[in-house]
């Protein structure tokens, strides 16, 4: 079982960067696919982007590839999510997230953080 905790929202003018951390406790975080969604007001959580538990694997929607990088130390039990050429449709409560599977499968996560807000101003 992990417990994830985001860290590094904030607001940002666009064009901008942030790094988004999430630390989840735990002793078997090194095991778990860990994935970054997000929520913007009056929309549907969407699946952001997820790594595998060696970090071989990397999975982003289409909405963020080129733009956002997801990484993550299983030494500190972080992973990160680096978010770059920001845009006001990024603006949105950004979400940390662990299951066991596949990156690509983005149903299914068992443990979630509390979220982090991201607010892009044009």
């Known amino acids: 079982q992990v417990q994830p905790v985001e860290s590094g929202g904030g607001l940002v003018q666009a064009g901008g960067s942030l790094r988004l951390s999430c630390a989840a406790s735990?002793?078997?975080?090194?095991?778990?696919?860990m994935g970054w969604f997000r929520q913007a007001p009056g929309k549907e959580r969407e699946f952001v982007a997820a790594?595998?538990?060696?970090?071989?694997?990397?999975y982003y929607s289409d909405s963020v590839k080129g733009r956002f990088a997801i990484s993550r130390d299983n030494a500190r039990n972080t992973v990160y999510l680096q978010m770059n050429s920001l845009k006001p449709e990024d603006t949105a409560v950004y979400y940390c997230?662990?299951?066991?599977?596949?990156?690509?499968?983005?149903?299914?996560?068992?443990?979630w953080g509390q979220g982090t807000q991201v607010t892009v101003s044009s």
């Open positions: 790594i595998s538990w060696v970090g071989g694997s990397i």
């Open positions: 735990g002793r078997t975080f090194s095991t778990y696919t």
């Open positions: 997230a662990a299951r066991r599977g596949s990156v690509s499968d983005t149903t299914g996560y068992s443990y």
